[in-house]
């Protein structure tokens, strides 16, 4: 007779899980001991083969009983490991081990947020912590509210949505050059007018060119700000931005996903001033806030505005149901089925407190600008600029922007190092996104050696 396989929750939950936690544990360890370093060897062509050899058969006839190990482990050994110090390339920080165990409690239990008798304690935790993050976007303004996403490619359409909605499907979206390209496909897919892209210079959006465009263009306008770009981390000039909104009556959105961990700083938080005249904040707190994905938000002043997204289904939230007083859950997302992303969010702001995340965030700003110190102070480094949050963008001097290129490639085949790349004034940077708050100088000063050594001729 077969045994079924158990199940992770219900009173033999914790039981069936403790061995097989053991076992993950276990493969997580020996396969980042054969990777040796921050991401695998080889480059994709060996990867590929690596796992092809481990899955074998992807549905096999008969079950095997050492997949769980096998496939964790190799998952482990081709993967790229944000917690290196040397893997730096991109804004996808290392999560914190207490909010990767309260995700694996989510996991656990496998609520879903789209109606109250499938999540009653996740969906009143979401109400409290979204709230609660909205007061912060806003300066403690009462009433506004924060929606969960899967990061900021949704918040940001989103956004869109509900200005749409509020200002009819005329509203034209004015954004910089620097703008994240999720904001104009959003546009695209919204069936919104070509949006009006204003120059951005110096790598923000600029003040005047904006003050013309909403002077010359037919409104109703949707301005969208970004504070913490993709390619060098720079904020645009908030303060004047929502002042132009203000004369112009535009609608304005900021595109925090990278910045918005600021606010946790009281040494940093003045860099996001002017966030809070915006009508609609994106936030990814698995950027600078260390969760596993996804942990993407939306702060919205006016909830009124979330009747956009209203929806009845019978079976999830029917009239007498609510009238009863069971939550409706629907207006607060797109999506149907919708994970409790809530909780590793809200154990880490109640674990740390404002405090011990702001140090974080003050940690990896100053490992920016102890890197960016290197860079300057070496004779064989360009630097781009000083980081404005934990960016630094820097280049082996007089090379040419194939050689800056060749010299990522070259560490991402052998495996040591994981930088990424952006393209500013025509020339060809090599980014280091630093995310990681147990970085110490001595990795810095490694990550600089390694492209020293490896710069073609």
């Known amino acids: 007779m077969s045994t079924l396989p158990s199940l992770a929750s219900g009173p033999e939950g914790p039981h069936a899980l403790r061995p097989l936690l053991d076992t993950v544990l276990g493969a997580l360890g020996e396969g980042a001991r054969a ?58 920080c290392p999560p914190l081990a207490l909010a990767t165990a309260a995700d694996l409690a989510a996991s656990t239990l496998n609520p879903s947020l789209d109606s109250w008798d499938q999540a009653p304690g996740a969906s009143e935790l979401e109400a409290l912590v979204t709230e609660a993050l909205a007061r912060e976007v806003f300066g403690g303004e009462g009433g506004a509210t924060t929606l969960i996403t899967t990061g900021g490619t949704e918040s940001n359409q989103l956004a869109l949505l509900l200005a749409r909605e509020a200002h009819g499907a005329g509203v034209r979206l004015v954004h910089g050059a620097n703008a994240h390209h999720s904001l104009p496909r959003a546009a695209w897919l919204l069936g919104l007018p070509d949006p009006v892209v204003v120059p951005a210079p110096a790598g923000v959006l600029d003040p005047a060119a904006l003050d013309e465009a909403l002077t ?4 109703p306008h949707l301005v969208a700000a970004t504070a913490g770009t993709t390619d060098a981390g720079l904020i645009d000039p908030l303060p004047e931005i929502a002042a132009l909104c203000a004369a112009h009556g535009a609608r304005l959105h900021v595109d925090a996903a990278y910045g918005g961990g600021l606010l946790f700083s009281d040494r940093y938080r003045e860099r996001l001033a002017g966030l809070d005249a915006a009508e609609t904040v994106t936030v990814d707190l698995h950027k600078l806030g260390w969760q596993p994905v996804a942990a993407g938000l939306l702060a919205v002043r006016d909830p009124g505005g979330l009747a956009a ?76 600029d000083q980081p404005t949050i934990s960016t630094v963008l820097f280049r082996p001097a007089h090379a040419t922007d194939d050689a800056v290129a060749a010299v990522r490639r070259t560490l991402l085949n052998d495996g040591r190092a994981v930088l990424g790349r952006a393209r500013i004034d025509g020339r060809l940077w090599l980014k280091a996104t630093l995310l990681n708050p147990h970085t110490r100088p001595d990795d810095l000063a490694a990550l600089l050696k390694l492209v020293e050594g490896n710069t073609p001729g």
Do not use: W
Not at 216 to 219: A, E, F, M, R
């Open 216 to 219: 010359q263009l037919p409104g």
């Open 35 to 92: 990777r040796r370093g921050p991401l695998p060897s080889g480059g994709p062509d060996a990867v590929a083969e690596g796992m092809r050899a481990a899955v074998g058969d992807v549905l096999p006839d008969e079950g095997d009983p050492n997949a769980l190990h096998t496939l964790v482990r190799a998952f482990a050994e081709a993967a790229a490991d944000p917690a290196d110090p040397l893997c730096t390339a991109h804004l996808h």
């Open 309 to 384: 997204l209203h929806h009845r289904a019978d079976y999830l939230n029917a009239d007498d149901d609510t009238e009863a007083g069971l939550p409706d859950l629907l207006g607060r997302s797109l999506r149907t089925s919708r994970r409790p992303d809530v909780l590793k969010i809200a154990v880490t702001l109640k674990a740390l407190g404002r405090n011990g995340f702001g140090r974080l965030v003050e940690q990896v700003c100053a490992s920016a600008l102890e890197f960016a110190h290197l860079v300057h102070g070496h004779p064989g480094f360009e630097l781009y």
